[in-house]
């Protein structure tokens, strides 16, 4: 009789122990992704306030109150990178009845990085320049601040320079995805060819455009933004720096990413109207289509297959994601 009992009480506190790991790894995940978003804001506060910021969050997710301790934030300010560790004891509540020891000490390690993307695959579309300089950056969801952006490339006369492009126009694609890269890439040549069809999105690797769009409603997207426009000869296999500016096709300067959180549009089949835009914008009929949101700058997309480097904070987002260092995978593999 005594084996069995010893068999279920250590059947009860291992799966307490595997419970409480499990729980600890969600605070310190939490609580790198916090201090990462702070760094991502502003690094010498965040330095300052790190071990703060971490036994808040891992306090906060802590689904069963428990003395869960910050062992150590460490901020590697040339990498972008935080690793937050953290400890509790676990109570041996039945097996301590039958053998020494009342508890034991579970640890976990969470890392997070930030930065702006800098190479990645991205939604075949972009956005004229003039739209983000206009723009006041926003939180993802923010009632106000909504823009419409049309389809269509048009210069504003408003931006400097006049010839600023604005409007928002459909790149060539690759399966629905195009690939652009500022880090190994010559910034003069980050010329990309674009589309003429209105309802296309891009290539035939996209579907109809209401599938496209409407998955992606009230979310960040990543869009490519075009700094200058030209046209090329419609049998031009690719869109270059010296290419002239003649012919049918379009073709476009990428100059950076913005982060947009989309709302509402219409075009082609995707009909979701967003009622906190400006109902005068664009005029009425005056359309050949529009999306309408809103650009915010820190963002958190995990799942996002991006390169992140130091980039232009200027020019639009940062973001933030978890990772998984050398260290702990080895943990967990080891």
Same mark, same amino acid.
């Given at each position: 009789?005594v084996?069995?009992?010893?068999?279920?009480?250590?059947?009860?506190?291992?799966?307490?122990?595997?419970?409480?790991?499990?729980?600890?790894?969600?605070?310190?995940?939490?609580?790198?992704?916090?201090?990462?978003?702070?760094?991502?804001?502003?690094?010498?506060?965040?330095?300052?306030?790190?071990?703060?910021?971490?036994?808040?969050?891992?306090?906060?997710?802590?689904?069963?109150?428990?003395?869960?301790?910050?062992?150590?934030?460490?901020?590697?300010?040339?990498?972008?990178?935080?690793?937050?560790?953290?400890?509790?004891?676990?109570?041996?509540?039945?097996?301590?009845?039958?053998?020494?020891?009342?508890?034991?000490?579970?640890?976990?390690?969470?890392?997070?990085?930030?930065?702006?993307?800098?190479?990645?695959?991205?939604?075949?579309?972009?956005?004229?320049?003039?739209?983000?300089?206009?723009?006041?950056?926003?939180?993802?969801?923010?009632?106000?601040?909504?823009?419409?952006?049309?389809?269509?490339?048009?210069?504003?006369?408003?931006?400097?320079?006049?010839?600023?492009?604005?409007?928002? +126009?459909?790149?060539?694609?690759?399966?629905?995805?195009?690939?652009?890269? %500022? @880090?190994?890439? =010559?910034? &003069? $040549?980050?010329?990309?060819?674009?589309?003429?069809?209105?309802?296309?999105?891009?290539?035939?690797?996209?579907?109809?455009?209401?599938?496209?769009?409407q998955?992606?409603?009230?979310?960040?997207?990543?869009i490519p933004?075009?700094?200058?426009?030209?046209?090329?000869?419609?049998?031009?296999?690719?869109?270059?720096?010296?290419?002239?500016?003649?012919?049918?096709?379009?073709?476009y300067?990428?100059?950076?990413?913005?982060?947009?959180?989309?709302?509402?549009?219409?075009?082609?089949?995707?009909?979701?109207?967003?009622?906190?835009a400006?109902?005068?914008?664009?005029?009425?009929?005056?359309?050949?289509?529009y999306?309408? +949101?809103?650009?915010?700058?820190?963002?958190?997309?995990?799942?996002?297959? %991006? @390169?992140?480097? =130091?980039? &232009? $904070?200027?020019?639009?987002?940062?973001v933030v994601?978890?990772?998984?260092?050398?260290?702990?995978?080895?943990?967990?593999?080891?």
């Amino acid at each position: 009789m005594v084996p069995l009992v010893g068999i279920c009480a250590l059947a009860v506190d291992v799966g307490a122990l595997f419970a409480e790991r499990a729980q600890l790894q969600n605070g310190v995940d939490a609580a790198a992704l916090a201090v990462a978003s702070a760094c991502a804001k502003d690094q010498s506060d965040c330095e300052t306030r790190k071990i703060t910021i971490a036994q808040d969050y891992l306090d906060g997710n802590a689904s069963i109150p428990r003395d869960a301790t910050v062992d150590a934030v460490v901020i590697d300010s040339t990498e972008d990178t935080v690793t937050v560790t953290a400890r509790t004891n676990v109570d041996h509540i039945f097996a301590s009845v039958i053998v020494d020891g009342s508890s034991e000490q579970v640890g976990a390690s969470g890392s997070a990085e930030w930065g702006s993307p800098v190479a990645g695959g991205v939604l075949p579309l972009g956005f004229g320049n003039c739209e983000f300089e206009d723009a006041v950056i926003s939180e993802p969801g923010a009632t106000d601040n909504r823009v419409t952006i049309e389809l269509g490339v048009l210069d504003r006369a408003g931006c400097d320079p006049t010839d600023n492009p604005g409007g928002f +126009g459909w790149l060539e694609d690759d399966n629905c995805a195009v690939h652009i890269d %500022f @880090e190994t890439t =010559d910034p &003069d $040549e980050l010329w990309m060819l674009g589309t003429g069809g209105g309802v296309g999105a891009g290539g035939a690797g996209c579907g109809s455009i209401n599938g496209w769009l409407q998955p992606r409603l009230n979310t960040v997207i990543l869009i490519p933004v075009f700094d200058r426009h030209k046209n090329v000869a419609a049998s031009a296999p690719a869109c270059t720096a010296a290419a002239p500016d003649s012919g049918s096709k379009h073709c476009y300067h990428i100059s950076q990413f913005a982060a947009f959180y989309l709302t509402g549009g219409k075009i082609g089949s995707f009909q979701q109207s967003d009622p906190y835009a400006d109902a005068n914008d664009p005029p009425a009929g005056g359309a050949n289509g529009y999306l309408q +949101g809103n650009f915010v700058k820190y963002v958190s997309v995990d799942e996002l297959e %991006f @390169e992140l480097g =130091d980039g &232009d $904070e200027s020019s639009g987002i940062r973001v933030v994601r978890l990772i998984i260092t050398a260290e702990e995978l080895a943990d967990l593999t080891g």
